[in-house]
DNA sequence: GAAAAGTAGTTGAAAGTTCAACGTTTTCCA
DNA sequence: TGGAAAACGTTGAACTTTCAACTACTTTTC
């Protein structure tokens, strides 16, 4: 992307400037206020994603690559971080039969219990401080406007 | 915010889930996109922040914690991160006069040619990969949305 | 005007994340 | 079928971020 742009630069207008940071503060914000909510319950928004896909899987088991594209996060980072999410007795790993260098990462009960108790308190969370500042109709405008940023995102990915 | 969910969580309807997840996602990989566009540059998100505040700023120069503040970094984090863009030239340190306990960062002329060789293309990023998909009715959604979002965070923040 | 309380900023250690390299197993295809 | 290439997941090192403690200075209070 470097050197693109030998021509006249498009600054951003007033208007587009207010939107695009008023977005982006935000979100920084709403993204600390929600880690801050969870961590009565001693868990990271990473942690409670891993959970919470965790729980949806059948057998609530799922292969360590799928868990790591359906949380957003790097094969390596989900590989520390379930080394840290299994001593503390909430995920174990098991050796996938079908192909030997595969591995599942496994709910445990305890898991489970962790993530029952964490979820309600977190919807909440989301509700009072995202949710319930948008209409319906925000709602729906929202939706569109991100689609629209993620599927070009996908268009024309980042080069790393 | 621990336990005061004694009552039935009010779980997320098909149409709220959808625009928070899209949101949050969209949001995530936004950011990734942004911060991999700078590289070109040899900059992170962060360190572009830092170095846009210092370059708006009287004289390119400002408090550490003016500055923490404005590019929303902890103290220590800023604190931190200047020592690197230290030895990297981008910027130095100044006892401040009046408060013998301050410091300013000052911009340097490297940490200029720096900003302003990148601008051009992160604003640039910006819009294609963000602005470009919004319309004028977006954008002021969006503004709105997000301020609401903010003020409510200020007069609810997390508990940290 | 001295002690207490608060503010500015840094520090080192601990925890988290990225990056590149690696061993193992599977897939591809000539 | 055999060997190259790709995929799975982990690892250790480097780097970044957080956390709590700390020094130094300033402001408040009585």
Redesign the interface.
Known sequence: ??G??ATT????NP??M???R??I??????L??LD??L???ELSMADYEVLAQLSDAPERKMRMSELADVA?LSRSRLSHRIKVMEKAGWVKREACPDDKRGYFAVMTAKGWKAIVAA???H????????????S?E??????E??????D??KE?????
Chains 1, 2 share one sequence.
């Open positions: 992307m470097a693109q742009n630069p498009r600054w951003l208007v587009e207010k939107a695009w008023r977005y503060i935000a979100s920084r914000r709403l600390e206020a801050s909510d961590e009565d319950h957003m979820a309600p308190d919807v909440e969370s989301v509700r009072t401080r995202f949710l319930d500042h948008l319906k925000d709602q729906r405008v929202l939706s406007i991100f689609e629209r940023v993620t070009s995102l024309n990915p980042p080069t790393e």
